[in-house]
Nanobody, 123 residues
Framework: QVQLVESGGGLVQPGGSLTLSCAAS????????IGWFRQAPGSGRNAVAC????????YYINQVKGRFTISRDKAKNIMYLQMNSVKPEDTATYYC????????????????WGKGTLVTVSS
């Protein structure tokens, strides 16, 4: 099973940028689906961006389309989330996850999770 470790979170001003990284060890990150989830205080955990590895298709929730970009470096076994034009509502703990079972990113379908990295958007 792959072990996932997120990094890159922190405090960023509205309109700023941040890049999150997810390093995989123990196994390849070439699962059926890999992606980023987030959980805001008092809310559930939801997918933000996802890569279907079979065809490299990328999916985003409407709230981040055009602002966030998910990518991966297969050679380094790292996945990224580039966050641009961030908003206060992007404040959350961000998790990377991988699924060996299904080819989309849904909470119940992911079988490997990182411990999360906190992103706070505030002036």
């Amino acid at each position: 099973q792959v072990q996932l470790v997120e990094s890159g979170g922190g405090l960023v001003q509205p309109g700023g940028s941040l890049t999150l990284s997810c390093a995989a060890s123990g196994d390849s990150l070439d699962y059926s689906a890999i992606g980023w989830f987030r959980q805001a205080p008092g809310s559930g955990r939801n997918a933000v961006a996802c890569i279907r590895t079979s065809d490299d298709n990328r999916y985003y929730i409407n709230q981040v389309k055009g602002r966030f970009t998910i990518s991966r470096d297969k050679a380094k076994n790292i996945m990224y989330l580039q966050m641009n034009s961030v908003k206060p509502e992007d404040t959350a703990t961000y998790y990377c996850a991988a699924s060996s079972l299904i080819n989309t990113c849904v909470d119940y379908g992911m079988d490997s999770w990182g411990k999360g990295t906190l992103v706070t958007v505030s002036s």
